[in-house]
Nanobody
Framework: QLQAFGGGLVQPGGSLRLSCAAS????????MGWYRQAPGQQRDLVAF???????NYADSVKGRFTISRDNAKNTMYLQMNSLKPEDTAVYYC?????????????WGQGTQVTVSS
């Protein structure tokens, strides 16, 4: 239901924009975000936004990454600037629906981001 793309190889200091396309209306999601997982590491939250709320960022990406969504295109984005080698990871998009007391989680397949000279 979610498809992430836009990863690639970039030099330090460069930029990439990741996209996460939903098969349905993203209005249905109460929360959307991006996670990343480096080799041998746990999957960490990078950024998220809730419906009508302000974006939230991990300290390590504040000021460099921007999360946004285009409801008309049913797509979420992660603009990544001033990339560092430590940003190298597989990036996953995530969405949640809150229905009464139930939480439904959706994950896209990962997209590899490699920052290297």
């Amino acid at each position: 239901q979610l498809q992430a793309f836009g990863g690639g190889l970039v030099q330090p200091g460069g930029s990439l924009r990741l996209s996460c396309a939903a098969s349905g209306n993203i209005f249905n999601f109460n929360r959307m975000g991006w996670y990343r997982q480096a080799p041998g590491q746990q999957r960490d939250l990078v950024a998220f936004m809730t419906s009508g709320g302000s974006p939230n960022y991990a300290d390590s990406v504040k000021g460099r990454f921007t999360i946004s969504r285009d409801n008309a295109k049913n797509t979420m984005y992660l603009q990544m600037n001033s990339l560092k080698p430590e940003d190298t990871a597989v990036y996953y998009c995530h969405a949640q629906r809150w229905v009464a007391t139930q939480t439904y989680d959706y994950w896209g397949q990962g997209t590899q981001v490699t920052v290297s000279s």
